[in-house]
């Protein structure tokens, strides 16, 4: 009997069923486990060949995913991968996204329960992100690459299926989002005049990498007409600060998302830290644009040392020190950015794809068994 | 006619129900202990402030210890659910939505 199948044998860990497409996704709807949309059939075959390019113990929780609490196994995960559209050797990518986001700082719970419509956002860096083909270029966020929709995609299903972000049970989200079905791209390393975000945020070059974001989707910022970087900074800027962002309220680290254009406007004469400092000063919002009860029950409160008796050219800030705001370079061509704002109580977690030895792994053959 | 398969299950159990299932006998005589989590969100405040008074028109209650969490959106930390599970038979938190 193989390793698998006598994981199979634990009580509630599989399920037999007719075998045909659509009563197994008949199943699937029954039993709660998909995303509305239809799945590859988790078969005990596809699982195993997922679990090929999972060098941990398959039975052994990676994490533990709110709000349910529910224990990310790399069976249970595998199980979502092959669900979702996954190729084998995305599974120690998935496997990093979802120990990445159960880190503290994001604060996963709230993530996943609040009424906002935030997801966790994942950039993928370094060379892992060009042999599986993650997009960073054209429409990195949109359709066409089965990297991005289907690592995306398995990451939602865990969230549900393993974590119990059920809508309207576990996820209370008001809204919902477009990016909680698959919300996955990578930088554009080759098109950034800068430093890699992982090589910004402490990691070697070399490394492959995801940061996590708690984010809501991005929103585009138009700039066809500035002829340096500080016209493009400026617009970016007049894009941050709006009266409903939550940002504005918390010590948070918001996302800028320059396309290349852009970013070589603004590199031709700001180094990445002086283009942030650009924005902080420059992303506010005075307080007369908030309403009056907003005011008195939230700014007084919030910032009772600065603005206990706040006038309306006060300002808030899209972003509360230079510092937390993050940058990348993602796209393609044509004269656009996008501000991507997030949750609030949430912080941005950065992790190296390992081996299990602890070794930065330099592809994801590293992980295969042999 | 099609083939059985065998299906790795997806879904992870909870381990809530477990704890769930747990009970604990409380003498009403005396008075209930009222446990009260603010969860610091706009009108929480009221709206816990109400449910306390409505339950004390229907039911004896002994003692109140009420508790506020600094931020809306991070779990109670360890301190204060410690103090509501020593001081408490009955705990309400508020939503306020």
Not at chain 1, 92 to 99: F, G, K, Q, R, T
Not at chain 1, 338 to 365: H, I, M, N, W, Y
Request: with cysteine; hydrophobic share 45%.
């Amino acid at each position: 009997m193989s390793a698998l199948a006598q994981l199979l044998q634990a009580p509630g860990a599989s399920i037999d069923a007719d075998g045909d497409f659509d009563a197994v996704n008949a199943l699937v709807m029954e039993k709660g486990w998909g995303d509305g949309l239809p799945v590859v059939p988790p078969t005990e075959a596809r699982v195993a060949a997922m679990l090929e390019y999972c060098d941990r113990p398959w039975d052994q929780p990676v994490a533990k995913i709110p709000p349910r609490w529910g224990e990310a196994t790399p069976l249970r995960l595998a199980a979502n991968a092959v669900m979702a559209g996954c190729e084998p050797r995305y599974f120690p990518l998935y496997l990093l996204a979802i120990e990445a986001m159960c880190e503290e700082p994001l604060n996963l719970y709230g993530v996943q329960a609040t009424t906002h419509l935030c997801a966790p956002l994942v950039i993928v860096n370094g060379p892992v992100a060009r042999e599986l083909n993650v997009n960073a270029g054209h429409n990195a966020f949109g359709p066409g690459h089965k990297a991005n929709a289907s690592i995306g995609r398995a990451i939602r299903l865990a969230l549900l299926n393993i974590g119990g972000a059920i809508p309207a049970l576990g996820d209370m989200s008001t809204f919902g989002s477009p990016a909680k079905y698959s919300y996955l791209v990578a930088e554009n390393e080759a098109e950034s005049p800068w430093e890699p975000l992982h090589v910004e945020r402490g990691l070697p070059r070399e490394a492959s990498a995801v940061t996590v974001i708690g984010a809501e989707c991005l929103h585009n910022v138009n700039d066809h007409e500035s002829l340096d970087g500080e016209g493009v900074l400026t617009t970016i800027a007049g894009t941050m600060a709006t009266a409903g962002s939550n940002d504005i309220y918390y010590k948070a680290q918001p996302l800028v998302i320059m396309g290349p254009e852009h970013a070589r406007a603004v590199a031709a004469h700001f180094s990445k830290a002086e283009a942030k400092r650009f924005l902080q000063q420059h992303a506010t919002l005075p307080v007369g644009r908030l309403s009056r009860d907003n005011i008195e029950r939230r700014v007084k409160v919030t910032f009772k040392d600065r603005l206990s008796n706040p006038k309306p050219d006060d300002v808030l800030y899209a972003v509360q020190r230079a510092e937390d705001l993050l940058i990348a370079v993602i796209g393609g061509a044509g004269k656009h950015s996008a501000f991507v704002p997030t949750f609030g109580a949430t912080l941005p977690v950065t992790r190296a794809l390992k081996t299990a030895d602890g070794r930065l792994a330099q592809s994801v053959e590293d992980f295969r068994r042999r | 006619m099609s083939s059985k398969v065998r299906l790795v299950v997806p879904e992870a159990p909870s381990p809530q129900t477990v704890a769930a299932t747990e009970t604990r006998a409380v003498a009403i005589g005396a008075g209930i202990r009222l446990g009260i989590l603010d969860n610091s969100k706009g009108n929480a405040d009221h709206l816990l402030k109400f449910i306390v008074e409505g339950v004390k028109a229907v039911l004896p209650v002994a003692s109140v210890v009420s508790l506020r969490k600094d931020s809306v959106s991070l779990p109670a930390p360890a301190d204060i659910l410690d103090r509501l599970v020593a001081e408490s038979d009955y705990v309400i938190t508020a939503m306020a939505d």
